[in-house]
């Protein structure tokens, strides 16, 4: 009972770090302000981690359904997408995945990169998590090619699924220019079905 209520009270505070985060920046976002969002005492948000900690956790929370340094091959979600029977589907997963996490994430992953910038345990998370994308990726176009996509050079494919795939491309394209999700989600298909 106590494990739960703590997972439950831990969730509130990584939603409300997101939201804060999300909405004030990472160097406007206080302690105070993520614990008033949670209903929680101060104390108890320092007892989850110090800022930078709530930060990369509410990310990845946020991303992919938890928190935690995991390849996406190795969650759930991953393993759907690469268990995927055909071309089609493979692709469709992908799409759906990423439009649906870069819409939870892309004002929060605007406050992780600039703290990163200011703060080297921020970078060095960062740094870890591009490292993490990149396998997950190289994994994504393995798979692609195995079910028949003409990519004649992998690395070369995965590199430019990093940049469509990225959370800076939903806030422009979506926050920014005002593209429906569904737009959105097209128009990376139509771009990851004619990556070679």
């Given at each position: 009972m106590r494990?739960?209520?703590a997972a439950e009270t831990r969730d509130r505070i990584l939603d409300a770090a997101a939201a804060r985060?999300?909405?004030?920046?990472?160097?406007r976002t206080t302690l105070a302000a993520i614990a008033e969002q949670a209903g929680v005492s101060v104390e108890t948000v320092q007892a989850n981690g110090p800022k930078r900690a709530l930060l990369v956790a509410s990310f990845e929370r946020a991303f992919t359904g938890d928190e935690g340094a995991h390849q996406i091959a190795e969650r759930e979600v991953g393993q759907q997408i690469l268990a995927a029977p055909d071309l089609a589907t493979m692709r469709a997963g992908i799409i759906g995945f990423v439009a649906a996490a870069n819409e939870r994430t892309a004002a929060l992953w605007r406050a992780y990169a600039s703290a990163a910038d200011s703060d080297p345990e921020v970078?060095?998370?960062l740094d870890d998590m591009y490292a993490r994308r990149r396998t997950d990726l190289a994994a994504a176009v393995a798979g692609l090619?195995?079910?028949g996509a003409p990519i004649a050079d992998p690395a070369r494919a995965a590199d430019a699924l990093?940049?469509?795939?990225?959370?800076e491309g939903y806030e422009q394209l979506v926050l920014?220019?005002?593209?429906?999700?569904?737009?959105?989600?097209?128009?990376l298909d139509e771009a990851v079905a004619a990556l070679r």
């Open positions: 494990s739960r209520q985060f999300a909405a004030d920046g990472y160097g970078m060095a998370t090619v195995a079910r990093s940049f469509l795939l990225s959370p920014r220019a005002g593209w429906s999700r569904e737009a959105y989600a097209a128009w």
